[in-house]
């Protein structure tokens, strides 16, 4: 199922702790096609507790995508994508991994996790604008996702 034909908004969770960056973000999805919802949280710790609704995120919607950053305060983007690939619940989320590293450890080491893709945040612009509305559109209108999670 792609998510264009299904009536409803996308729900998008950015992890990211740089302002900077989520203010980019937010801009590329509100200028975007597709409907969205946006939640973020800054850190992987908040990450965890938004995704297995935890409080204050009891009424946290299921993310279609997880935008997650290497990077991050109290628990590293290594550390949530390995949790969100071992539970059952939350593995089927696609987990975009979009950070300013480029080592190649961290790439071997997410895909390892089995992340779904690994982007560099370009440093211009207009260029992170066009990263993130690229991977909506490939998520959101291309790839055919599950469209209830079934264990």
Not at 5 to 24: C, Q, S, T, W, Y
Not at 86 to 106: C, F, G, H, M
Request: charged fraction near 30%.
């Amino acid at each position: 199922m792609s998510l264009e034909n299904i009536g409803r908004a996308a729900e998008f969770l950015l992890v990211e702790d740089n302002p900077g960056d989520v203010r980019l973000t937010c801009e590329a999805l509100t200028e975007s096609k597709v409907k969205n919802n946006l939640s973020i949280v800054g850190d992987g710790m908040e990450a965890m507790a938004f995704l297995r609704r935890e409080e204050p995120y009891t009424d946290a919607p299921r993310p279609d995508v997880i935008l997650l950053d290497l990077n991050l305060p109290k628990k590293n983007g290594l550390e949530v994508l390995e949790e969100i690939k071992a539970d059952p619940s939350l593995k089927r989320i696609p987990v975009v991994i979009i950070t300013s590293s480029e080592a190649e450890q961290d790439i071997l080491k997410t895909y390892d996790l089995h992340v779904n893709c690994y982007v560099n945040k370009p440093v211009d612009l207009e260029q992170f604008i066009k990263v993130v509305q690229s991977i909506e559109t490939f998520w959101l209108t291309i790839v055919k996702l599950p469209s209830e999670v079934v264990d």
